[in-house]
């Protein structure tokens, strides 16, 4: 069975800074993996995904994320964080078919002036 | 605008009654589903649907109705068997195949059990 793993429950950076949101996952295939974002009392937004094209897949915001299979990770980035990116970010593979799709725990990132 | 709408925002229970939640899609999706968010965890699959007047359970349907007599509506109702019902409840839809990742959110129905 497919799951991920989100190593850090929560994250904290300065405006300007680097982000990083790290996500492992365990699969028996090739599979498929999302990022999504929920700001507060909020429904979920897709921020990317990767479907087996280029691993390093760009998404919106500025945001982008490495897909390494001999890692299995799937690490989430950005150059500088801004204000608005505080929320909480969902790691989430999919490969076993219509409705399997396993979300991670989630990781808060709070991000300070 | 096109999106999916979730009624009401904040619910409030008493023990042993039923509630239903509401949710209303405009995306023209085949395929609707219903997630249960509580503190610390992922979402959990409550139920879903591919096709009107056919649906599925999840993960944890125990103490959980749906229906989808309609393409654009798929209501939960919470039952007084669900044991501990206070948690977010998310309304999702996609075109198609959930595996493509490309779920569109409701904003969330909050119920709380007093």
């Known amino acids: 069975a497919q799951s991920v793993t989100q190593l850090d429950s929560h994250v904290s950076v300065s405006e300007g800074t680097p982000v990083l949101l790290r996500c492992n996952y365990s699969?028996?295939?090739?599979?498929?993996l999302f990022w999504y974002v929920q700001h507060p009392n909020k429904g979920l937004q897709l921020l990317l995904k990767?479907?087996?094209?280029?691993?390093l897949v760009k998404g919106i915001n500025g945001f982008e994320a490495e897909f390494k299979k001999s890692e299995t990770s799937f690490h989430l980035t950005k150059p500088s964080a801004h204000m608005s990116d505080a929320a909480e970010y969902f790691c989430?593979?999919?490969?076993?078919?219509?409705?399997?799709?396993?979300f991670g725990t989630g990781t808060r990132l709070l991000v300070s002036p | 605008d096109g999106g999916i709408t979730q009624s009401p925002k904040y619910l409030f229970r008493k023990e042993g009654q039923n509630v239903t939640l509401s949710c209303e899609q405009n995306?023209?999706?085949?395929?609707m589903y219903w997630y249960r968010q509580d503190p610390g965890q992922g979402l959990r699959l409550i139920y879903y649907?591919?096709?009107?007047?056919?649906?599925q359970k999840g993960d944890i349907a125990e103490g959980y109705s749906v229906s989808r007599e309609k393409k654009e509506s798929f209501p939960l109702t919470v039952t007084s068997a669900q044991k501990n019902p206070t948690a977010f409840y998310l309304c999702?839809?996609?075109?198609?195949?959930?595996?493509?990742?490309?779920?569109?959110f409701g904003e969330g129905s909050r119920l709380t059990v007093l």
């Open positions: 999702a839809s996609s075109t198609g195949a959930a595996n493509t990742g490309e779920l569109f």
């Open positions: 699969s028996s295939y090739s599979p498929s």
């Open positions: 990767y479907t087996s094209a280029a691993t």
């Open positions: 989430v593979v999919s490969n076993t078919g219509f409705q399997k799709l396993v």
């Open positions: 995306l023209n999706h085949d395929a």
């Open positions: 649907s591919q096709i009107v007047n056919d649906f």
